[in-house]
Each structure stands twice: as C-alpha cells, then as structure tokens.
C-alpha cells in the first residue's frame, strides 16, 4: 500500500489547480457575498467530469482512487470551500446507494449523477438529532408498495438544490435508532416533500444548508436501500468514507490560506523590509505549512487505506478529519494574523476562508464525535474493553 | 556574396510604409559598417513608381519583386530570387506579420539563419551581431550566425528600432526580380475583402500609444482615452480584458497574443500589468500608468507611476497638454 | 481529412526562467506548459473534428524527450495519437533547424492541414510556419482568426488593419492560427484519462528522413551572451495629491522628457 501521489496524481492536481484557479477562485468572494448556489461552477465542474470520480466507468464516472478523489476536493477548496462541496457532496449522498444499494438501483440512479445531471444529498441530521444519530425521530411506515415518510430534516447541505436525497428514517419506532433504521432513495419531485428553509451561516455561504420536510411524502419500496434495519449500518459506513473528503477539503482551505499569506508576507514592505523578512512571520509560516502537511499526509494515508478496505477505517478516517479540521482553523486564523488589517477585510479572501474553515470541525461528525471514534479504535487494538458513552 | 544590406520594402497605394523607411534608414547604417549598398526589396501595390523615392530614404539600389495587389507571400518565391542574385549579408525584414511570413519563407527556401524580433542589430567585424529580449523580457540574448551559416542572415526588427531618415536625398537603381515562378506561396488568394467602417491605427507603427484595460470601463470609457492619444498625436491600444469585453476592435490589443508594440511613449491607463500584457509592451521607452490600485503590478515595471482615477485625471491632462501645446 | 497540429512545450510564462552557462534555454528549470498560442490551433483542429470535416486531429512536436507530457496535455484535450521527434543531436536547435524537422516529419504524415499557433511563447520568432511551407512546397495561410475546409480549399478568416479579408489555398496547406478562434477547452478528466490510452510515437531524426550532419549542429545561429535586462530606474510614484496636480505632475515629467 502506498500513499505516494504518482505523476498520474500530480498531473491531476495540476489540471484540476489551472480549472480552479482560473474560474472558481474568481468568483468566490462573489459567491461569499450573495450566499448564491453557484450554478455556473455546478455546470463547469460537471462537464470537466469532476462529478463522477467516485463513481464507476459503467456507471458514467470516471472511477478515480480515493487518493485521486482526495486532490480534487483539496484543490478546489483551495480556490474556494463552497464549490468543493459540490463533488464532495455528490460522493456523500451517493455513498449509501454505492455501500447497500442493488444493482438496479445503482443503474436507475448513478449515471445521472455521475453526469452532474442530478444532484444528491445526504438526509440524516434532525433538528433533535445531531451527533446524537439513533435518536432520530422520522417515520417511515409501511402502506401496500410504499413507505409513507413523515417528519423532518435539518442542516442538510444541497437539501434545496437537490434532484434526489438518500434519507434515514424509522421503520420500527419501537425498536430505536440502531435497530430500526432504514434507508431510502427519495426523489424530491415526490409530492409532500418541501425544503422550506435554507440557514444563514457564518461560512461556506453559497452552499445551500436547508430544512426539509415530508409530508406523508410515498416512497415506492423498490427504493428502500439494504433491508428495514440496516438504515444506521449504512449512515455510518457512509460517514466512515465521507469524513475523509472533509479531511481533504480542510486541508486545501489551509493550502489557500497559506498560500495568501505567503504572497502576501512577500508584497508587504513594513519598517523598510518585507514582512516575510522577520523571523516571526517565518515561524508561523513554517508553522502553517508544516501542520498543513501533516494533515495531507494523514488524510492520504487513511485514503489509501479506504482502498485497501483497512478493518481499522475508522480509525484512519476519523483522525485525517480530526487533525485537518483543526489544521484548518488554525491555518486559516493565523493567514488573518499575518495579513493583519488586511486580514479582517473582505477585499482579501482570508477572513472567508477562516469562516469556511469553522465548519471542518463540526459537520460529518464534530470533533469531539471524531475523538471518540479514535479512543474506541485505540482501545479495541490495546484489548481494552470499549469504554462507556460518556 | 555580398556585404549588401538588403531590407523588405512594403508598398500600398503607391505609398511605402512606415516600417520600409525605418528599416531603409537601419539598412543604410548597417551598410556603412559592412561596406555595402542598402538595397530594397519592393512589393505591393505601386512598388514600382514608388521605389526611387527609396533613396531619400537611404537605399541604394530598388529591386521590384512584384506590383499590384495580392497577399504578401505571394512575393516570397520572387523575394528568394533576388536575394540568391546577390546574396546580401543581412535581409532585414519587419516584424509585423506579412514582414515574418516573408521572412520565413526566404529562411525555408533558401536555408538560412533567422534572428529576432530584435531590438537592436549590428554590423560588427562583417558579422552580423542581434539583440533580442527573450523570455518575455528577462533574458537578453545576444546572437550571431554561426561559422557556416550561409548568407544572407534574416533579421526581424520591431518597429521603432530605426527611425526613418529626415530630409534625405537621391533616388535608388531600381531593377526588377529575376524571374520566379510563384510556386505554392503564390496559390494563396483573397477571395473576399471587408474593410472596417474606420480605419484602425497600425499600433505597431505608433510611437505614442495610450492603452486602456478593465478599469476602463466600458467603450464609452475609452472616448477619454482617445482624447489623450489625439493630443499626443498617438494610436489607442487595449489590454486583453478590454479587447474581449468589446470596447475595442482586436486589432488594437497588445500582449501575448496580441500585438508587441514598442513607442516612444507608452500610457497604460487602468491596466494591471500581467505579465501577457506587459510581454507586449515593455521595450516601450518610456512607460507611465494611471490606476486606482497602488499594488497594482505595473507599477513595478512602468517608469511613472499614477495612483488615481482614470477617469479624473485623463480628461484634465488631455487639457493640460493641449493647452502646453497651444491647441 | 487529416490534421497535424504542432505543439510545443515551452517554459510557463509566470515561472523563473534561465540560460545554461553554455547559453542554451534550460529547459529543466521551469514548469513547462504546452505553448498558450499552440492550445489555439489545437481548438480549432477539435472543432473542426467536432464538426465532422476532419476525421483525424495528430499531434507533433520537436523536443526533449520530456516533451512527450505536453503532448498528453494535448490528447488530453481531444485528438487521436501524437508524434515527438527527439534526438540528442536536436539541443539547442533554432528556427531555422525546427522548421527543417518539422517539415520532414510533416512530409512523413502528410495531412492535408499542418495547423499551427501564430508564434511560440519563448522566441515569439513565429517563423516556423512560413519556413515549413517553404520547404514542404505547400502554400501558407497564417494568421487566421478562423479556419474552414470545403471542396478541397483551405480558407482562413483574417484580420487586416481595418475590417478582414478571406484568404484561400488548395490543400494541403499550412496554416497558423491566432487566438481569435476561440477560447481552448480545458482537458476533461474522461479526456486525461483517454489520453493515457492515445498512441503516442517516438521518432529520431532518422526515422523521419532527416541527416543529422546536414542539420549544422541544429543552429545556423547561436547565441554568444545572455545577461539579465538593464536595471531600470525605481518607478517614480505620484500618489496622494488630486486630479489636478496629477496631470500637472505627468505633463510636466513628459515635457522633461521631450515627449510633449
């Protein structure tokens, strides 16, 4: 197993680098500012095929290793965190139908996604039902050929702008969250279904973050995912993979922080040098940058293991988002530190990417969600018996 | 072989052009140093009335390669015949297009050593010594024929690197081009014309140029900028960004994939400075830009620099010259 | 109906470039990039695939064998196979030399367009085109903003100092493109990939024809001296004072300089 980029990696990387560069970086600040879905991006990002690399070539995708999946959200939350969600969203809604669905449902849904055709989100979050996942509250019940669903979602990413939805809901109330959870394929054309709200956020600003709501929306059986039951199975196998795009994104946002602050601290002339002259701003610079590897390494290391199936996912997924999230908001604060005034103003991106940076740290799992994930895998290894919730 | 410098002599409307004069002053410098005659290699409509006026210019000698209309490469097999005929030291041709293909076919045909575009040329010890600005500026090179290179050496030369002579006299031996059969070159035809309501100014031949990038605006925001380029007696040019956004014709943009242009003077007024601009301008003499953004880059390069808005400052210096100049 | 479009490989235009100490372009010391004016006339040979008159797009280029990745940058935007021709006896090579090579291979694939950008990057000499034609015997449509095939003619679209002419040649000819023809697309991640399976061919000189010796070393010039450009006086600033002093200041720094 090698987490080295190969040349096919790098000239990846550099492709994706010239696309982000020339027409997402320029519109970020605009996207920031109107908090617009940019569509446009969605289109261009779509015909590049960048939204069908986590899917297979029979499927219309383009099948990139999760290592090649890893770059291509890194470098376009280099330019700009909103637009990175795009493909790393499309993954995440997508994974359940790619972890437990059959192959009908992949044949009926997976090429219009790869395509960029339609978009997907993931439904699992409530308002009550946060790191808490089990003590989710949406029905499901079961009439004839159908789940009637019942109930709500919240701080679902895409919910608005998505054709079709992967969503959690409780075909056995009684038999509580891990049991009697189920999965299903909700196209949001079913009548019912509405997404009345989006979030006004403090970062990440053109990603559209909605409530949704079914009302006795009818959902035909063909598209339950897995067997009833295997809904929280699945939602966690899910995370276990798309927290590592998060790790990935985390870590390009610090890259584009760092990266400013570098040019930045080489322009500015202050007390007749330039800034980048001082050892101060050299230590955090070295400071940015190293943690801002380390974080990569990490995250490719545990991407490489997604490949190989590693029994101890987990482990590798959850410390990748772990250090990258913290990476980033560290990163990206101490960019506004050295651009200083400049630094707090919206004519220099830094203080966005510090805002969008915020959210590595909670959604997909929070930190402290991705901590216990971590303790529980060391313990397992140490043949320590696995430790109680609190 | 000869020491002759021989120079491409472009003809319209019986009228030469700007960069034949300057390339006939350049042709007679080099000639004292080499101990040859300037010698014209004319074409284009009126080429043969016009050549004897080529003397005042500085040429010694007019050979005729071709009159009337056609496009330029049509001369090129004609071009390679007098040249064979009296194989000059140096053939310097200009820089602008019809100037390069005709060069390029004098180097494919006859199998000799191509230089430039160069901003400045030589005669040195009856060798042939080029400078050019390689690299998009940051490297100068400096380059010769090697020792068995035939002659004569082709030498593309920017505009504004000689000036034409001034109240010159005499009129040049003109001769016609061997006979040549046009051969491929001469199965290039302009099927259709379509000339522009107004002429547009040859910016390559301008030696005031007053350009204009995105802090313009729009195409009404150029109608300053015209002002100032009429009061300097100079051309309008544009960067990229206002070329594509429309508020000029594209023959007046200057950069990378534009026109090199190299003026006396030249003005970039709400132009950042990127380098595929700046490659288009920078062997200006002297550059002055106006902008709002005092980082912008092309206050690293221009030799004054202006922090204000174009659109207060252009009007008032436009009256201010004039009003030096007594218009 | 074949195309060849050229493509060089040239030295990115914002990274630091140098000279060998023995005055030759080091090529190793930059990130390359494929010739921005070369992606140009690639377009213009997919679009007129896309259009169904062209039914091959070849890429060919002269160079270091590292030259071969901008060919993949190439197939990678469209196309069908490429060709390198690569020699040790081709370092340092000059226009002149160039336009040899490329001639000969260009014989040896006989398309019926050899499409090319207006100029390269790093020399901006933009005489390969015209020389190839010489040699090859083929007429030269250059600087086109535009490019169609019908009836066995070439025409291209361009721009003259005022307006446009249409200008036409009976194929096969070469030609050369400028920017006007349209932004270049950028390479798909289904294209880089394809690319990988592209057939890309390796030729020496003598593969295409071509007698090392009669090429003189690859130059008939050379270069005796690179030395960084004169350093420029620090740029005078006017800041900080109004419209009308401003234009005080600059007609008066014009005056000083004799250009009003």
Known sequence: MTYLPTPEHDELRAVVRELAEERIAPRAAEIDATAEFPWDLKELLAQQDLLGTGFEEQHGGTNLDTLGQCIVAEEIARADATTSLIPIVQKLGALPILLAGNDEQKDRYLPRLASGEWLIAFALTEAAAGSDVASNRMRARRDDDCYVLNGSKRFITHGSVANVLTVFALTDPEAGGRKGMSAFIVETATPGFAAPRVEHKMGIRGSPTAELTFDDVRVPVENRLGDEGDGFKIAMGTLDRSRLSIAAQAVGIAQGALDQATKYAADRKQFDQRVVDFQGIQFMLADMASQTEAARALTYAAAARVDANASDLPYWTSSAKLVAGDTAMRVTTDAVQILGGYGYITEYPVERMMRDAKITQLYEGTQQIQRLIVARQLLQRAGVSTPGRR | MSNDIAFLAEYADGQPSRGALELAAGAAALAKASGGAAVALAYGSGAKAGAPQLGAAGATRAVVLGDGEAPAITFAAAAAAAVKDFEPLVVLAPAAPNGRDLAAALVGLLDVPAFGPVRSVTVEGGKLRSEQATLQGTVITVSEPTDDAPQPAVVLVLANTFTPLEGGGGTAEVSDAPPADAGAFGMARTVESHPAEAAVANLEEASVIVAGGRGVGSEEGFGPLHELADALGGAVGASRAAADAGWVPYQLQIGQTGKIVKPALYMGIGISGAIQHRVGMQTAEHVVAINKDPDAPIGEFADLFVVGDLFAIVPKLTEEIKRRKGT | ?260
């Open chain 3, 1 to 260: 109906m074949k195309i060849v479009v050229t493509v060089k490989q040239v030295p990115a235009t914002t990274a630091e470039k140098r000279y060998t100490s023995d005055l030759r372009l080091d090529r190793a010391s930059a990130e390359s990039i494929i010739n921005p004016l070369d992606e140009y006339a690639i377009e213009q040979a997919l679009r007129l695939q896309e259009s169904g008159a062209v039914e091959t797009v070849a890429y060919l280029s002269m160079g270091p064998e590292s030259a071969a990745e901008a060919l993949r940058r190439a197939l990678a935007m469209g196309g069908d196979e490429a060709y390198l021709v690569t020699d040790d006896a081709l370092a340092g090579a000059d226009e002149w030399a160039t336009a040899r090579v490329l001639a000969a291979a260009l014989d040896k694939l006989a398309p019926d367009v050899a499409l090319m950008g207006m100029a390269s990057d790093d020399a901006r000499g933009s005489l390969v085109p015209g020389a190839v034609a010489a040699i090859r015997g083929l007429p030269l449509l250059s600087y086109g903003s535009e490019l169609t095939l019908a009836d066995g003619t070439a025409r291209i679209r361009r721009l003259t100092a005022a307006g446009f002419d249409i200008v036409e040649a009976p194929l096969p000819v070469v030609a050369s493109v400028t920017d006007q023809v349209g932004e270049p697309r950028y390479a798909s991640l289904k294209g880089i990939m394809a690319a990988k399976r592209k057939p890309l061919e390796t030729w020496s000189l003598a593969d295409v024809g071509v007698d090392g010796a009669a090429l003189h070393g690859a130059a008939l010039t050379r270069v005796v001296e690179a030395r960084p450009p004169e350093a420029k006086p620090p740029t005078e600033r006017i800041e900080n004072v109004g419209p009308d002093e401003a234009a005080t200041k600059i007609a008066d720094w014009l005056a000083a300089r004799k250009l009003i």
